[in-house]
Nanobody, 122 residues
Framework: QVQLVESGGGSVQPGGSLRLSCATSPHTTRRYAMAWFRQAPGKEREGVAR???????DYANFAKGRFTISKDNAKDTLYLQMNNLKPEDTAMYYCATSPSGYTFTLIEWNTWGQGTQVTVSS
């Protein structure tokens, strides 16, 4: 049973940075595609960034140039570095795994963490 635990969320001012972490069960980052999703109140969950087992990365348009997804296989941890944060980035952020991970389509992603809250406000 894969387990995912997110951390690193918090409150920041616009323009600030945060680094989210997702601690996983052993070998998870090697075996599965992984991704970050987010969900703001009243909105659907949306993909932010994904990384495949071979290190290929993909980003939502709003994340390009500001967010960076990475993983440390030795530490079984997934990261999301978020820079130049905007109020519209306020959401609960979730990490997820997929045996394929070819798209951000939610049905592809079958294991989820509990989420970490990110609030961007002045």
């Amino acid at each position: 049973q894969v387990q995912l635990v997110e951390s690193g969320g918090g409150s920041v001012q616009p323009g600030g940075s945060l680094r989210l972490s997702c601690a996983t069960s052993p070998h998870t980052t090697r075996r599965y595609a992984m991704a970050w999703f987010r969900q703001a109140p009243g909105k659907e969950r949306e993909g932010v960034a994904r990384i495949n087992t071979d290190g290929y990365t993909d980003y939502a348009n709003f994340a390009k140039g500001r967010f960076t997804i990475s993983k440390d296989n030795a530490k079984d941890t997934l990261y999301l570095q978020m820079n130049n944060l905007k109020p519209e980035d306020t959401a609960m952020y979730y990490c997820a795994t997929s045996p394929s991970g070819y798209t951000f389509t939610l049905i592809e992603w079958n294991t989820w963490g509990q989420g970490t809250q990110v609030t961007v406000s002045s």
